[in-house]
């Protein structure tokens, strides 16, 4: 029998297009922003050279102003909605018109820490002005009044779509009356574990929305009727600099270095302001009416991926707290919440993605009990079902799909079962 660490090279292998790689087979066919950055780091565990290539593809969909777009789509495809027409944005290769969390720089810092070589460094020095033109994008067109926190505009660029924490601010957004709907999604997969349809209405009318505003900067965080700051885009940005600022010192110009570090002292005071003592959990904000969102998630412990310890230790509380009504951690959704729902995508089900960052946090913090309860949690998972999309936090479940590129990749980036 092939072993785990074969079987998850074999799927990076078998999710390649030709340079970069797909989600997984058919559900997603093209190239997602994150996803490919976790997928760089699993390269990097055994073949550089094409981790480095993932990271070139996914750039070759980077806008002039520095956007790294949610999705590349390299090559047409039937199999996803919706696809480059619904966007309508005319560029070679066509993209959508949003992002994703950032974690490219600090995938590409990775890479590199895995290729110290001549051709390595050169690699990075092509690379570099790319990820500190995305870092310039994402103040200046999310962040423009300088607070410290960069905004979100669709539930999309988030990463978890239809997490319960963006359910208050989605009920403001119309849904479309102008575009009709093909979901693929539900005919892959069953549609009792996927995001509702007035869900997708909503989703859509804000493609609409970006797409009357020109896919101008200014005018889409004006217009827009969805905007929060997510814990976890914040901190995953926050974390990215961190590594920039590394490559910055070797590869870009004093003043470069500078301009990262006042945006690092920003966004570490402007983060602390997103903890909640009493829920002992960071939350997001909804920057329209200005509120905290009482929602606990997943996404409430990314801050210590950023370095954060000053609430570590309570963090590692809370997180022990759900442990008892779970099988395995970490729940995208607090188990103990109204809104849990363990099997439906972003409401409930562990993701591997999420919990590499969440280990990687409490064991830079000084949490190891916890960073290793976590790590081991995954690995446990992913051993028993294979490399799902995600996965069942009460029975341990996988759930979409064996061959996911991301849960390969962070086997991977856990060292496996050999570890
Ligand atoms: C879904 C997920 C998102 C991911 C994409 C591709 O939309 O919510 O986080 O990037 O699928 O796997």
């Known amino acids: 029998m092939m072993d785990r660490s074969e079987a998850a090279r074999r799927v990076l292998r078998d999710n390649d297009r030709g340079g970069y790689t797909v989600p997984t087979d058919r559900l997603y066919p093209f190239q997602w922003n994150w996803d490919s950055a976790f997928v760089a780091m699993g390269f990097a565990t055994f073949d550089t050279g094409r981790a480095w290539s993932e990271i070139a593809w996914l750039l070759r969909g980077q806008w002039e102003d520095g956007l790294v777009p949610q999705i590349v789509f390299h090559a047409p495809s039937d199999d996803y909605f919706p696809g480059p027409e619904v966007w309508g944005i005319r560029r070679d290769p066509p993209t959508s018109g949003i992002t994703q969390p950032p974690v490219l720089a600090t995938a590409a810092h990775r890479v590199l820490a895995a290729d110290a070589t001549e051709a390595g460094e050169a690699r990075m020095a092509a690379i570099y002005p790319r990820l500190r033109d995305s870092h310039r994008w994402w103040a200046a067109a999310r962040d423009p009044a300088g607070t410290g926190l960069v905004a979100t505009l669709h539930p999309w660029e988030t990463g978890m779509d239809n997490s319960p924490a963006w359910d208050r601010a989605l009920d403001r957004v119309p ?40 896919w101008e900067p200014g005018r889409m965080l004006a217009a827009s009727p969805f905007r929060v700051a997510d814990v976890g885009t914040n901190a995953i940005l926050l974390r990215a600099e961190q590594d920039l600022l590394e490559l910055a010192a070797r590869f870009g110009t004093p003043a470069e270095a500078a301009e990262i570090a006042a945006r690092i002292a920003r966004m570490e005071a402007a983060l602390e302001s997103l903890w909640d003592e009493g829920r002992g959990c960071y939350l997001p904000r909804d920057l329209i009416s200005g509120e905290s969102i009482p929602f606990r998630g997943s996404a409430g ?7 954060q310890a000053r609430h570590a230790a309570a963090l590692a509380g809370t997180l022990e707290g759900w442990g008892k009504s779970v099988r395995a951690l970490v729940p995208s959704t607090d188990p103990g919440d109204a809104l849990f729902e363990p099997l439906r995508y972003w409401r409930g089900p562990i993701w591997a993605v999420v919990n590499w960052m969440v280990a990687e946090g409490f064991r830079r913090c000084g949490q190891e009990a916890m960073a290793g309860r976590v790590a081991g949690d995954t690995r446990g998972l992913i051993a028993a079902e294979g490399f799902s999309e995600y996965f069942d936090p009460l029975t341990g479940q996988g759930i979409g799909g064996g061959t996911f590129s991301w849960t390969a990749a962070i086997w991977l980036l856990l060292g496996g079962g050999e570890a």
């Open 175 to 214: 849904v479309t009356t102008r575009t009709e709907i093909r979901r693929r999604d539900t005919s892959h997969v069953d549609p009792a574990f996927r995001p509702r349809a007035i869900d997708y209405q909503r989703f859509i009318h804000l493609v609409e929305v970006f797409r009357d505003a020109g």
């Open 301 to 307: 412990f990314l801050p210590l991926f950023a370095g």
